[in-house]
């Protein structure tokens, strides 16, 4: 009876330690220390942190997720949230975590010449810190580049059974599809969707880099990826068979998204906060932001990486990303009656 | 005296099931609120297509796992071949590889570009296939993820069906065939439905699986709700529905079963038949084919993607991924078995007895919860609880249980109870009703009796079910990725940061390390069952 008491005893005990360092892991963060809510993963910002750390001093706690759970958490700490800081990879989760109070506008000289202004929120909510452009991918056994212009021109059915596409889940395809219906209205969207989705050669994929192996195993000829996937895929194997294309040179451009982030409303640092913006934001900051992840910087001043500068330059669809962010849940309509899977 | 002690039981028996079953409750109250457009654009574009293939996943994985299970199962109780005694334990391992880490190595090897498929092209000159189109492809995945729940489930049915029946049956001359059919089948039949059932709920709640595939499930609909249209009340509402199908499966199995009892508690572990010659090898050559295309393939591709990026992957990280996934495991295991253990004690009959067994079966629905939905829902809970404090003039509490290890253990206690108590349950269904009525007539106080009679004879199953919870909550990752503190990245988190950016070699390390724990944890699993044989 004796044992089974103590025994419980230490139970309980053990839990009791577990609880108390997990509450008391939240409220070390002081002045010195800068909490981070990412949806950008571990492996892409650690490195960044780190740097800020030693030349600053001040200490960055983070914690990653997905970037819908995190407004989630986010709107249901209200005041009290340990996050000073929010970080996505996608214009659609800025704006909606700025539609739901949970940034305050911060307006700040070294962002605003640093950051081209439509890779900002217009009120100073959010700031984009690295650009991915969003493009066409073709084989080059294939496919001859001048049969390439548009996003819109892979609906037509010359391409059918050639196209392989990310899934409309995916929070890149919708925001690539919310530019469509801002460019080219809701009407001719609905139709390149249509096109699109009788000319793939698959299901749509769940990642870019199938979409590419698709490609060079023959199962379809061309796809539209996001650079980087293609960057780190030439980077393991420069003989591949793959080429950009860089879509919509004549017209409105290639589609780009952020990956951004904005100081949370209730920060308890926000001093802290602004600093590191605008550290990541920095020159030094902005090249290793974009070369861990062959991303393109969103500082215009500093040059990509070598494999980035390699493709070339081209024109961006200059469409403030906020819109992107409003048509979301319209592009998402318009996949789901298509039968975009 | 002793009859009100009981109903006293019943009391903290029935709050403790209600407390686990909370996430639900809250989950089914966002029906309280208005219903919105969104169900009719989801009724004119998802739900149709998904009803059906979520019908055809769920149809096609529960013969897949019945067959297989319980072939498998037979071959290993009742045939004595080569290599039987490793493999009856090696059928257990696929347990210890997460589904989603499945769902990626098929992907990788047997997908239009994977390396089989090439390889099969360039030597037959076929054309190549999606294999993510139509609906084989993903259901036999998921059968041979989640065989091993019947496998389990059957033999140890297996090995308590009285052999005398046996031995008469094949004193009448029937042969493996007509015994299996006609004799070990129908007796294993709870077994096999109960392990069916868990499959079931396993397979709705998937989320890696089926976006891996690109595949239509309820689950999809449930995403789309919250991802796409950020309604976490329709999510909510989507996600009851899966709780009621949940409800409705488990209530059938009940009623299937009856009140039938097969069971013997003699076991021997004489084998009826010996298969000799080539009939042996070739049972072991579709047992190892079994164990081979489960466990031993994807394992290998994983050690070879591991190699190839160790050095970039590999770093003092990785302890602290290590040390968060075993403190997790371990403390979410025990407490969720002492959960069980309480709800599973066996209880004398009193007039509410019924109300009671509907909240302890309502408790373990939350197997048939998507794990982001449960966790969600606790968010949800701990800020209603929040504004009942605030309205009496108290404080906030969000800012202490948000992202606090509590929060977490208690959604892994209600999402993986069913386990546990199943287990549980089992065994001290095997407690007869006589050892209460001689403790009562000695005079015996409950609490002897629970503590010298009930938990000694339940012990075995209870740390079984606990290994299984343990092994569970390892492979978790949608309630730990919204809920974890800072600091406490699992190895399954990790898995699915790399995997979620295409990495999928370096999440091959992770998941490696997690594939040598978990096999780790069925092993003592195995040694604590043939002790008990």
């Known amino acids: ?341 | 005296m002793f009859q009100k002690t009981i109903t006293r039981s019943n009391i903290w028996v029935s709050l403790l099931a209600l407390i686990v079953a909370l996430p639900m409750f809250v989950v089914a109250s966002s029906w309280l609120i208005p219903i919105s457009d969104l169900w009719l654009h989801f009724a004119q574009t998802l739900l149709p297509d998904l009803v059906i293939s979520t019908l055809i996943l769920l149809t096609g994985v529960a013969i897949g796992v019945s067959i297989l299970g319980s072939v498998l199962a037979y071959l290993v109780v009742m045939v004595e071949f080569p290599g039987r005694r490793w493999l009856e334990w090696a059928l257990f391992l696929p347990f210890a590889v997460p589904a989603y880490v499945m769902a990626f190595v098929y992907l990788g090897v047997f997908d239009y570009s994977g390396y089989a498929q090439v390889i099969i092209r360039e030597l037959t000159g076929l054309p190549g296939f999606d294999i993510r189109s139509g609906h084989w492809a993903i259901i036999l995945t998921f059968v041979l993820v989640f065989y091993p729940y019947v496998y389990m489930m059957a033999r140890a049915s297996f090995k308590c069906q009285k052999i005398q029946m046996i031995e008469a049956g094949k004193m009448l001359g029937a042969n493996p065939f007509r015994v299996f059919f006609r004799i070990s089948m129908p007796l294993a039949r709870p077994a096999v439905a109960a392990g069916v059932l868990v499959t079931l709920m396993e397979t709705l709640a998937d989320f890696g699986v089926v976006s891996l595939f690109n595949y239509s499930t309820f689950t999809t609909a449930i995403y789309s709700a919250w991802g796409d249209f950020r309604s976490i009340e329709v999510a909510a509402q989507l996600a009851s529905l899966l709780v009621l199908v949940a409800f409705f499966l488990i209530y059938f199995e009940k009623k299937a079963r009856g009140k039938a009892k097969y069971y013997s508690a003699e076991v021997t572990d004489i084998k009826p038949y010996e298969a000799k010659g080539v009939t042996g090898w070739l049972v072991f050559l579709f047992v190892f084919s079994v164990f081979m295309l489960a466990f031993a393939m994807p394992i290998l591709q994983i050690i070879v993607w591991s190699f190839s990026v160790f050095e970039e992957e590999w770093g003092f990280k990785y302890i602290d991924y290590f040390s968060s996934t075993v403190t997790l495991t371990l403390s979410a295991a025990i407490l969720t078995v002492i959960v069980a253990a309480v709800l599973a004690l066996p209880r004398d009959r009193v007039k509410n007895s019924k109300s009671v067994q509907i909240l302890i079966r309502l408790s373990t629905l939350g197997y048939a919860l998507p794990g982001s939905v449960m966790a969600v829902g606790l968010l949800y809970l701990v800020q209603n609880i929040s504004n009942v404090s605030l309205h009496f003039g108290g404080s906030s509490i969000n800012h202490i249980l948000f992202g606090s290890i509590a929060l977490l253990l208690f959604a892994y206690v209600s999402r993986f109870i069913a386990i546990a108590y199943n287990s549980a349950n089992a065994s001290s269904d095997q407690i007869k009703p006589v050892y209460g009525h001689s403790a009562k007539l000695l005079g015996a106080s409950r609490f002897r009796l629970v503590k010298d009679v009930y938990l000694p004879m339940m012990a075995p199953g209870i740390l079984a079910g606990g290994l299984l919870v343990a092994v569970d909550v390892m492979k978790e990752l949608p309630a730990t990725y919204l809920l974890r503190p800072f600091g406490w990245d699992t190895l399954a988190v990790r898995v699915y940061e790399l995997s979620a950016e295409g990495l999928f070699e370096r999440a091959s390390v992770p998941a490696l390390i997690m594939v040598m724990f978990g096999a780790l944890l069925m092993f003592i699993f195995h040694r604590l069952d043939s002790n008990k044989i």
């Open chain 1, 1 to 341: 009876m004796f044992i089974y008491t103590k025994k419980l005893l230490l139970l309980l005990a053990l839990f009791a330690t577990l609880f108390t360092s997990s509450v008391t892991q939240v409220q070390a963060a002081t002045n010195d220390t800068v909490t981070v809510y990412s949806s950008r993963k571990e492996h892409l910002i650690q490195p960044l942190f780190e740097q800020f750390t030693k030349e600053t001093g001040v200490e960055v706690n983070y914690l990653t997720g997905k970037g819908s759970d995190l407004i989630e958490r986010l709107k249901l700490e209200g005041e009290k949230t340990p996050a000073d800081m929010f970080m996505t990879v996608d214009a659609g989760d800025l704006w909606y975590a700025g539609t739901q109070n949970i940034f305050q506008s911060v307006s700040s000289d070294i962002l605003n010449s640093n950051i081209p202004s439509h890779l900002r929120d217009p009120g100073g909510l959010w700031t984009g810190l690295s650009v991915r452009a969003r493009t066409i991918v073709y084989s080059t056994d294939r496919v001859n580049p001048n049969e390439l212009s548009t996003y819109a021109e892979l609906a037509n059915a010359k391409w059918s059974g050639r196209l392989c596409l990310r899934t409309s889940k995916k929070i890149y395809t919708k925001s690539l599809v919310a530019s469509i219906i801002h460019n080219q209205g809701n009407e001719n969207a609905k139709q390149i969707v249509t096109g699109w989705v009788s000319n793939l050669a698959a299901v749509p994929n769940a990642k870019d880099s199938h979409i590419m192996n698709a490609i060079i195993a023959g199962q379809c000829d061309v796809g539209i990826v996001n650079t980087y996937y293609f960057g780190r895929l030439i980077e393991e194997n420069p003989e591949a068979p793959l080429k950009l294309y860089w879509a919509n040179q004549n017209s409105t451009g290639v589609h780009v998204n952020v990956s951004g982030a904005g100081v949370t409303k209730y920060s308890s640092n926000v001093e802290g906060s602004i600093q590191l913006l605008e550290w990541l934001s920095s020159a030094r900051a902005q090249s290793i932001y974009a070369s861990l992840n062959k991303e393109y910087p969103a500082n215009q001043n500093i040059a990509s990486d070598e494999i980035v500068s390699s493709w070339g330059s081209f024109k961006q669809d200059k469409m403030n990303l906020s819109i992107a962010g409003k048509l979301q849940s319209e592009a998402v309509t318009l996949m789901q009656r298509q039968g975009y899977k």
